[in-house]
């Protein structure tokens, strides 16, 4: 049975999986699993290369798991000279199928510079940053609302910031498979 393994249990990631997939008609008839895979990389992905690094290795473990379509999602820092803090935040999402990767990313921004410093001298995550710096009572946002709908007031959420970077992602995997037909 063909089906998608996300590679995370995280609700917000799954949620946005299930959600982007609606998008697919060819692929919505699949289910969708969230497995516990490890992203390999750290807490806090500083670089483009280790977040990408991270979403490959959770979508080639969810593979494994499924036999058909991987997926793997992280968010991470990436160089931004120029912004206030030299960093944007994004979410990367990388499908992959067993034999090529296919990979997507969401919109960059910029978060707090007293975040960003509490990140690079502590070694935290931003969950932990945006928390003990009292801009959220949660202690992990990036299972509910994320840190985006901090630094937006409200006008973006986790899950719809992540399925922007799934549905490049797909977009991506579509166009490769229309092509196989």
Not at 79 to 101: E, F, H, K
Not at 112 to 127: G, T, Y
Request: hydrophobic share 40%; glycine share 10%.
């Amino acid at each position: 049975m063909h089906r998608i393994v996300v590679g995370s249990t995280n609700p917000v990631k799954v949620a946005a999986v299930e959600a982007a997939v609606r998008e697919f008609p060819w692929l919505s008839s699949m289910p969708i699993l969230g497995r516990s895979l490890s992203s390999q990389v750290s807490e806090q992905p500083m670089t483009l290369p280790e977040t990408i690094a991270g979403a490959l290795n959770r979508a080639k473990g969810a593979f494994i798991l499924s036999g058909s379509i991987g997926v793997g999602i992280e968010s991470g820092l990436l160089s931004a000279p120029g912004t206030q803090t030299g960093l944007l935040d994004t979410c990367i999402c990388v499908v992959y199928d067993g034999g090529a990767v296919y990979t997507g990313m969401a919109p960059g921004f910029e978060c707090p510079p007293d975040v960003i410093a509490m990140v690079r001298e502590r070694k935290c995550d931003l969950d932990a940053a945006f928390h003990e710096l009292g801009y959220t009572s949660e202690e992990k946002s990036g299972l509910s609302h994320g840190v985006i709908n901090i630094v937006t007031n409200g006008r973006m959420n986790r899950q719809r910031y992540t399925e922007i970077a799934v549905i490049m992602a797909l977009s991506s995997y579509e166009r490769v498979w229309r092509q196989r037909g």
